[in-house]
Structure formats: structure tokens, C-alpha cells
């Protein structure tokens, strides 16, 4: 069964960092496109960046170009989101998920995707 668990939100302070973890199981990355998905309270949830599966390739909101970075380790069959520099406007339910997408250029977009985790909270306040 495809299973994907998020970890590794908390409470952080305005220019503070945070790395969050996306572990799959029931499937290897290399056959998936994985995004990164926020929501913030009363709003829609929005892509922030997302990888495609097999070459790697990358995308970004730019909302958090420059600031956050996308990465995998196939080893681990686990997907991060490094983020830095980190603003109040960032605070919401942070969700990856998972997708046979071919079209990168959707990559970005919560109607591509079929699997999703249950969020993790992220929280920037001082």
C-alpha cells in the first residue's frame, strides 16, 4: 500500500530553518513525481516545489524560490524540503504528495496528485 508520512514541522522563529521529511513506502521515488503542498488557515492549499521522479528535476514557487530547496535520497526512499529564512506568512499544514504525473510543468498543481500524507505543522512566530 502507498504510504506517505510527513515529519519534521515545529515551532521556529522569523529567519529560523526547518527540514521536513516525506517517507514513502509501498513504492520507490524513482517511479513518482513528488510535491511539496502548504496550507495556511482559510486559504487553498498551494504547491511550493515539487521533483520529478527518475531525473530529478526541480521547480519552485516563487514564493520560497531562493529559500527553500527540494531534495531526495532514493536510499531512503525519502523526500526533504529544506527550508530557510523562514517568515511568519509560511505558518500552515505542510502535506507532500505523490504523483505518476508526466507533465512536469503541472508538477505544481494539487489536481495532479492521487497520494497524499497527513501534514505536518509548521509554525513561524517569535
Known amino acids: 500500500q502507498l504510504q506517505l508520512v510527513e515529519s519534521g514541522g515545529g515551532l521556529v522563529q522569523p529567519g529560523g530553518s526547518l527540514r521536513l521529511s516525506c517517507a514513502a513506502s509501498g513504492f520507490t521515488l524513482d517511479d513518482y513525481t513528488i510535491g511539496w503542498f502548504r496550507q495556511a488557515p482559510g486559504k487553498e492549499r498551494e504547491g511550493l516545489s515539487c521533483?520529478?521522479?527518475?531525473?530529478?528535476?526541480?521547480n519552485y514557487a516563487d514564493s520560497v524560490k531562493g529559500r527553500f530547496t527540494i531534495s531526495k535520497d532514493n536510499a531512503k526512499n525519502t523526500v526533504y524540503l529544506q527550508m530557510n529564512n523562514l517568515k511568519p506568512e509560511d505558518t500552515g499544514v505542510y502535506y507532500c504528495?505523490?504523483?505518476?504525473?508526466?507533465?512536469?510543468?503541472?508538477?505544481?498543481?494539487?489536481?495532479?496528485?492521487?497520494?497524499w500524507g497527513q501534514g505536518t505543522q509548521v509554525t513561524v512566530s517569535s
Open positions: 521533483i520529478s521522479r527518475s531525473t530529478g528535476r526541480t
Open positions: 504528495a505523490a504523483t505518476t504525473l508526466v507533465l512536469f510543468s503541472l508538477c505544481m498543481s494539487t489536481h495532479a496528485y492521487n497520494y
